[in-house]
């Protein structure tokens, strides 16, 4: 017994258990390839809004993440929001392994968000004649 202890002494980073406590608009972290970003500075700048962002709490973010297809700009700027590693858990999102899953597939907003700019650009072509 005395040994799990140690073990769980030895644990270093944020568990999930911590994070779930961050996951309001006004104080929010996010697991992400396996670190914990404060990202609640950046809620009123991210580019989707931070409601979105709202979407990944309490759970690993990082399928989310990698679905939007962030630029190398986005995850420079990443790192000015980073706390600690992550050091797993469960949580009520699901599992928190914070690791990328390899299961293909697409996102529905990797699908939409080409065709509603399609739509948007063939509506102000036809509106602006």
Do not use: C
Request: aromatic share 6%; proline share 3%; glycine share 14%.
């Amino acid at each position: 017994m005395a040994e799990d202890e140690a073990k769980e002494e030895q644990v270093k980073g944020i568990k999930m258990e911590e994070v779930e406590k961050h996951s309001s608009i006004d104080d929010l972290w996010l697991v992400i390839d396996g670190k914990v970003y404060d990202v609640t500075p950046f809620m009123d700048d991210h580019p989707g809004g931070g409601e979105i962002m709202l979407s990944a709490a309490g759970k690993d973010g990082t399928q989310d993440f990698e679905d939007v297809g962030h630029s190398p700009h986005a995850r420079e700027l990443l790192k000015k929001y980073y706390l600690d590693e992550f050091a797993g858990g469960v949580g009520s999102g699901g599992l928190g392994l914070a690791k990328k899953s390899g299961g293909g597939g697409m996102s529905l907003m990797a699908v939409l968000l080409p065709i509603l700019v399609v739509i948007m650009a063939y509506a102000a072509m036809n509106l602006t004649a």
